[in-house]
């Protein structure tokens, strides 16, 4: 059985190893987002990675090593003394959020105290479940991937969240 894992690569070689795991068709996650960037003489959006050094691999125990023997793959990300197996809902969040350009999305590395649940409950990321923070007087909800100590932040307009009650599960 599959299952997410992260992945720790070489900076700025993201898309390269992308690329490498897709050739061995191994399927692979890597979150961008656009990003205008100036040089002396033109402007230019180029995609750039969400979270750099990182990559999500959907793969079974016997692919791991396939993983391991791709160039600039440093290793397998560890929490709690085994390799992070990241929820798939964390992962569809992540593409559900950077699929709505409409949304201001920013990654943060700071360790957020647990907030109020919420869930979005209008617009295109109905159904979302995060943690609900104010910044700047601006509301904004927190998807926390905790294996890898990052979070995922969009903006919303109020309205469209509502408290989340615990699901027992």
């Given amino acids: 059985m599959n299952s997410w894992y992260a992945v720790y690569i070489r900076p700025q070689k993201e898309k390269r190893v992308k690329s490498c795991l897709e050739e061995k068709q191994l399927e692979c996650y890597l979150p ?70 409409e949304y201001d999305i920013e990654v943060d590395y700071t360790n957020y105290r647990k907030g109020q649940p919420v869930i979005v409950t209008a617009g295109p990321l109905t159904g979302l479940r995060g943690n609900l923070v104010l910044v700047k007087n601006k509301h904004k909800v927190i998807v926390s991937l905790e294996q890898i100590n990052v979070n995922i932040i969009a903006e919303l307009p109020a309205i469209q969240l509502e408290v989340a009650h615990a699901v027992a599960g």
Avoid: H
């Avoid at 961008?32 to 793969?59: A, H």
């Avoid at 396939?66 to 440093?74: E, N, S, Y």
């Avoid at 290793?75 to 709690?80: A, K, N, T």
């Fill in 32 to 101: 961008l987002r656009k990003s205008l960037r100036q040089w002396s003489d033109r402007k230019k959006w180029i995609e750039i990675p969400v979270i750099t050094g990182y990559i999500f691999v959907n793969i079974n125990s016997s692919q791991r090593l396939d993983v391991l023997k791709t160039d600039f793959v440093m290793g397998f990300v560890r929490y709690l003394g085994a390799d992070a197996i990241i929820p798939e809902n964390q992962i569809n969040t992540m593409k559900c959020m950077l699929g709505q350009s």
